[in-house]
């Protein structure tokens, strides 16, 4: 049964979130170590919340057409998902309310609220793709605290990415045409000039002058190198199959995308260690599909 409730909350694509948090926490300033990881675990219930609500909401179209998945193959109950999913949501909101106070109870529940949306109503309407974005880069916000308005730029970057990612999502099951992969294409190349872009003016952390520039320029790039290969080849031949490559990587370039604006805003280090996540979140997807 564990194994079964891991495949449904798609453990391991949860390497990909605590970056969001490191990102606007870095922005902020505010790099305290207990607040970091409270605000980190709180992000992660409430990720978890969201993909158990996503397949609980999809159980009847995933009973036609990924009959392999936890609920139509009857491996969990449906109850026991929504369960899941309200236990986690709640959870997570306790987390961020004893990690960050007010301020990120509120982004956080804002951030839920969301992610609930999404998955009930939003998803398969042409909002579907912006609510998602808007999770993501809320996400971000939640890490910067009271200073929200210091990590607009990473949350925008984190927003922007994810828009692409899900426009192409649709496609997944029966392919699609190039218009979503070309759209993804063009924002990971806006990203990357804008991550590229020097020193976060005003940053709360100080720039790390040229050892910050270097590690900023190294993680864009393999941003840039995790996620444009596939989605040249999904606008090439946008079939279902490629289109899901083009995802996973999408989902796993958030890595050294959160790291590389973590380094801009002042802490290469941290940025360094973040990547460190990419490999792992790669190997675990081989035994537990992100997507």
């Not at 990612?165 to 990971?188: D, I, K």
């Not at 590389?260 to 996540?277: E, K």
Request: aromatic share 4%; net charge positive; glycine share 12%.
């Amino acid at each position: 049964m564990l194994k079964d409730l891991v495949e449904l909350v798609r453990a391991p694509a949860a390497l990909t979130v605590p970056g969001d948090v490191l990102a606007g926490a870095v922005a902020a300033g505010d790099l305290r170590p207990g607040r970091m990881a409270g605000l980190s675990a709180a992000s992660i219930c409430i990720y978890w919340a969201g993909m158990a609500l996503n397949d609980w909401a999809d159980r009847e179209v995933d009973a036609v057409e990924r009959p392999e998945r936890p609920i139509p193959s009857g491996r969990v109950p449906a109850g026991t998902a929504l369960g899941l999913a309200t236990g986690l949501t709640a959870a997570g909101l306790a987390l961020a309310a004893r990690a960050g106070g007010r301020s990120a109870l509120a982004t956080s529940a804002v951030l839920a609220a969301t992610a609930w949306s999404y998955d009930l109503k939003a998803k398969n309407t042409p909002a579907g793709p912006v609510f998602m974005a808007a999770a993501r880069a809320l996400d971000v916000l939640v890490g910067a605290g009271d200073q929200r308005r210091r990590a607009w730029a990473p949350a925008l970057a984190v927003g922007t990415h994810i828009l692409g990612v899900t426009a192409m999502s649709r496609g997944e099951v029966h392919g699609s045409t190039p218009l979503p992969a070309r759209g993804a294409l063009a924002a990971t190349s806006a990203i990357t000039a804008a991550t590229l872009g020097g020193p976060v003016r005003g940053a709360a952390v100080e720039p790390a002058g040229v050892a910050g520039l270097a590690a900023t320029a190294v993680l864009t790039g393999l941003f840039a190198q995790a996620v444009a290969p596939a989605q040249v080849a999904a606008a090439q031949e946008p079939s279902g199959p490629k289109l899901r490559r083009a995802v996973g990587a999408g989902i796993h370039g958030l890595v050294p995308l959160q790291a590389a604006w973590c380094a801009r805003a002042g802490a290469p280090r941290l940025g360094a260690a973040l990547a460190v996540a990419l490999p792992m979140a790669k190997a675990l997807a081989r035994k537990v599909s992100p997507t």
